[in-house]
């Protein structure tokens, strides 16, 4: 398609947003423009003025429990762009539509709403996902579509080998880096990692943290150096409830062996919710004698 072929060609313009678009709101104002932008490069003045329409993917929290306002913003600030883009005349004189789809963070729905998605009438892409857990399970079939797709995935390598699928999210090979010369440069004896069960996000970051902690060990091992008292990683994965908490249970199970095991750090994986339901109960633990 043409413009698959006109994204291709503007990788580099999209990758290079990557390093100053953190946050999900910008993200998706800035994407909906640089593919407004784009499509009118390939869209041409001869063609009717039916309108072309984006596809804007997002979750909310069916309880309302954990919602910070992302989604409002998300709305708001993309239905502002579009109108400001119809105001000056739309794409090569074509109105241009947002559709929202949402997923309530459920895998179950995201392939749904992308299914429907890519059977609109004149999409001319998609903007938003910020699971990679959710996403593989869809990045194939719009890839093949090959529909521009910038997203919020932090696993690269799930979209690499598809020329019209981006992210403007960190990648989580280089939060790796980061991570790892932290691990290094500090030592710690006896790390916990708290993941959410399932997610390929979390489960790269164990894989990390368990790779430069045994490395460390070794390091130590070899060097004949002083019995450290070093221990393996402890690893715990808590399963998301469906309101999105996690099972309180599980977490005082987790919090207690970390307790016990005197951990020097933890690292947390569990998404913002999940994550101060977590620190709560890390709070209000005593710590053994």
């Known amino acids: 398609m043409a413009f698959a072929r006109a994204f291709g060609k503007a990788g580099a313009l999209i990758r290079s947003l990557t390093l100053v ?5 910008c993200t998706l104002g800035v994407a909906a423009t640089v593919i407004a932008v784009l499509m009118s490069s390939v869209v041409t003045h001869a ?3 039916t309108p072309v329409t984006i596809a804007v993917m997002y979750s909310s929290d069916r309880n309302r429990c954990f919602t910070p306002g992302v989604v409002t913003a998300i709305r708001h600030f993309t239905t502002q762009r579009a109108e400001q883009i119809n105001q000056a005349g739309g794409i090569a004189g074509r109105p241009l539509n947002i559709r929202y789809f949402d997923d309530f963070a459920t895998a179950e729905e995201t392939m749904r709403n992308m299914d429907a998605a890519l059977r609109l009438p004149n999409l001319v892409g998609i903007v938003g996902m910020s699971s990679s857990t959710r996403g593989q399970g869809v990045v194939d079939r719009v890839g093949d579509a090959g529909v521009p797709w910038i997203s919020g995935m932090s696993r690269g390598d799930i979209y690499a080998r598809f020329p019209s699928v981006f992210s403007m999210e960190p990648a989580v090979s280089d939060e790796i880096v980061a991570v790892r010369r932290f691990i290094n440069a500090k030592k710690f004896k006896r790390p916990a990692f708290v993941g959410l069960d399932g997610d390929i996000y979390a489960a790269s970051i164990a894989e990390a943290i368990r790779g430069e902690s045994e490395a460390n060990d070794s390091a130590v091992t070899e060097g004949n150096e002083a019995e450290t008292g070093a221990s393996p990683l402890q690893t715990h994965w808590l399963k998301r409830n469906a309101d999105y908490t996690l099972d309180d249970d599980a977490i005082e199970k987790a919090v207690t062996s970390i307790r016990l095991a005197s951990a ?7 998404h913002s919710g999940g994550g101060a339901q977590f620190l709560r109960k890390l709070r209000n633990v005593a710590t053994p004698p």
Request: net charge neutral.
């Open 47 to 49: 063609a009717p003025p």
């Open 264 to 270: 020097d750090i933890i690292f947390l994986a569990v």
């Open 21 to 25: 678009q953190r946050a999900v709101v």
